[in-house]
């Protein structure tokens, strides 16, 4: 049988894409801010219920310019969470700042916002949460918190391409929010992302930094970097967006598929989704008691699932020494039972049902749990 990956790229018909690019022939402008980047940035400004997107050639550089454009005290500390992947962390720690960790909820694996008070002191400059398999932080709480003490908040909203709260664009929450457009995500332009914000003033403060501090054609004004997207790149999110509803729609059969399937099995928990909100079925997380064995059960049957986040970031290898893990005990918890399970809108229906046999079969096994 093919192999199953935990996820596959969502790509347009190629007929689609090569008209989308073909007058990228004609003018020769293929990066730069060109015609294709001006009308991803609008589309999404309108898909997305923002008032401002930045597009960068990733997601994780869409993070540290932000970060720096917020001109927080150097060295400050930034409250976030340890179950979320390696950029959040690197990006705090390369603008120069501290990260400090609060624990996440149980049910749905966000931060928890009833602890982060608790960490502020006279150096906290900013909250950074995690909108996790598109579940939603508790926005509200953490907004009051951040007013309460003049705080910033910058989401780390990779997971919640087009997720909707309480009848909003999620993108819409703090005083910015960055999306990852990479292939693995829900919507994709192959690389890229972008920062999504209300407050116009930050607009030229990003562009410079994505553009070498370049503000005009014989005005460098300040010392930036280089985070444009390309043209193709661009040209691939116009054709996905194009797709992005049927691409959810699609993917909402599947994770339906899961919970009829797996509902019910005492031996796991599954993680669903938080009322009020209208997700996009990114992730199909899962808890296992003996996580490993299932993931070795499912690999050995061409099915590639994914410890996702483990290890927490407080016990990465560079990191390891400066983080008490014990002081985050839900999120180390949950790092060590979770597996995101293959979802994708293609991903067939039987497909689903052999995974989940396949699940349902390791984890009634009379030693399932010998090995712990």
């Known amino acids: 049988m093919d192999r199953i990956n935990v996820t596959r790229a969502l790509l347009p018909d190629l007929n689609e894409y090569t008209e989308e ?9 293929i990066t730069n801010m060109g015609k294709k980047h001006d009308e991803l940035q609008e589309m999404l400004e309108n898909f997305l219920e923002v008032e401002h997107v930045d597009l960068c050639c990733n997601g994780h550089l869409a993070l540290e310019n932000v970060l720096e454009s917020m001109n927080l005290p150097s ?14 962390i690197h990006a ?43 579940n939603v932080c508790d926005v509200d709480n953490i ?16 997971h919640a391409f087009g997720v909707k709260y309480k009848g909003q664009g999620v993108a819409r929450a703090g005083d910015a929010s960055v999306i990852s457009f990479h292939a693995t995500k829900v919507f994709n332009t192959i690389e890229g992302g972008a ?3 209300s407050n116009k003033e930050l607009a030229s403060g990003l562009f410079e930094l994505k553009n070498f501090g370049i ?26 967006l194009r797709h992005i509803e049927d691409e959810i729609s699609k993917r909402k059969k599947v994770f339906e598929r899961y919970i009829s399937d797996l509902s019910g099995v005492e031996e796991i928990k599954i993680n669903g989704y938080g009322p009020d909100i209208v997700p996009n079925y990114s992730y199909f997380p899962v808890l296992f008691k003996n996580r490993d064995a299932v993931f070795e059960k499912l690999a050995g049957n061409g099915i590639y699932a994914r410890k996702y986040f483990y290890p927490i970031a407080s016990e990465y290898e560079c990191y390891k020494d400066l983080f008490a893990s014990e002081r985050t005990p839900v999120a180390l918890d949950i790092s060590r039972q979770v597996l995101t399970l293959p979802i994708y809108g293609d991903l067939a ?9 396949i699940i349902i079969r390791e984890v009634k096994r009379k030693d399932y749990l010998s090995g712990l």
């Not at 690019?21 to 402008?29: A, C, G, V």
């Open 92 to 134: 705090i720690i390369r603008k120069g700042f501290k990260p400090v960790f609060c624990d996440i909820k149980a049910d749905d694996f966000t931060i928890d916002s009833s602890k982060i008070e608790s960490l502020i002191n006279g150096n906290t400059s900013a909250i950074l949460p995690v909108h996790v398999y598109g």
């Open 349 to 357: 229906l039987d497909d689903v049902d052999r995974i989940c046999g």
């Open 195 to 197: 920062v999504c914000f």
């Open 215 to 240: 503000r005009g054609e014989d005005d460098v004004a300040s010392v930036g970097g280089n985070a444009k997207m390309n043209e193709f790149c661009a040209a691939m999110g116009i054709c996905n």
């Open 21 to 29: 690019i073909r007058d990228l022939w004609d003018s020769h402008w």
């Open 143 to 158: 907004g009051a918190v951040a007013k309460k003490h003049g705080l910033k908040v910058i989401y780390d909203a990779a």
């Open 75 to 88: 060295g400050s500390e930034i409250i976030t969470t340890p179950f979320t992947f390696a950029s959040t």
